[in-house]
């Protein structure tokens, strides 16, 4: 697997980086995307129905779905620090897997854990 350095390195070459400010949304739960995001630098906060659940740090990536077939954001994310973020569109993330195709799996296996642990913490919830 790849460290989240060398992740972060696949990111760097990456074309014009976004930098959101703290407290800045990047996107909203429900919206329609075309990216998936790596961070580079800073922190990033996940929400689902208003509720914190989890912080992202560099080297992660997060709104992957919406490259594999999922049509709108599942959460929102918001920028906890400053934070400057590379994003992939489809093309790019086909890119990015050929030339560093342990990279495919770095991805499937961030978003999988992050599914995993999503999955726990609704089935600890009394209902």
Do not use: C, W
């Not at 390195?9 to 407290?23: E, L």
């Not at 992660?60 to 994310?77: C, M, P, Q, S």
Request: glycine fraction near 8%; proline fraction near 5%; hydrophobic fraction near 45%.
């Amino acid at each position: 697997m790849l460290s989240p350095v060398q992740t972060i390195s696949i990111f760097q070459k990456q074309p014009d980086p976004q930098v959101f400010s703290t407290g800045q949304v990047i996107f909203e739960e429900g919206q329609p995307g075309d990216f998936m995001y790596g961070i580079i630098q800073g922190e990033v906060q996940i929400f689902i129905n208003n509720k914190l659940i989890e912080t992202i740090h560099p080297g992660e990536v997060f709104g992957i779905g919406v490259l594999v077939g999922i049509k709108n954001r599942t959460y929102t994310a918001i920028a906890k620090t400053d934070v400057q973020l590379a994003f992939l569109n489809e093309q790019r993330f086909i890119f990015a897997v050929q030339e560093t195709p342990v990279f495919a799996l770095q991805v499937i296996k961030n978003y999988s854990e992050r599914l995993t642990r999503l999955e726990h913490r609704f089935s600890t919830i009394a209902i």
